[in-house]
């Protein structure tokens, strides 16, 4: 008998439909059901020009679509 992963799929806030190809490594979407709290360390967002920008926003404006740092936004 397997067991079960012990994570579940959670579903990225992208407003904007980026293209997941556009993320840098080492960096993610944001989850749906973070959306309501600050994000740890800078946000990195804005890909309407073409390219992300570096801000000091929280992250939390729900028309924006935000990649963060993986390393500083993980569940323990």
Do not use: W
């Not at 079960?4 to 293209?19: A, Q, T, V, W, Y």
């Not at 804005?46 to 569940?75: M, W």
Request: with cysteine; hydrophobic share 25%; aromatic share 10%.
């Amino acid at each position: 008998m397997s067991k079960l992963h012990p994570f579940r799929l959670r579903r990225c806030h992208n407003p904007e439909g980026i293209d997941e190809s556009e993320v840098p490594p080492g960096f993610r979407f944001r989850y749906e059901d973070e959306m309501n709290q600050p994000a740890k360390g800078v946000v990195r967002y804005d890909f309407r020009r073409g390219y992300p920008s570096i801000s000091q926003s929280k992250g939390t404006l729900k028309h924006a679509t935000y990649i963060v740092d993986v390393k500083k936004n993980h569940e323990p």
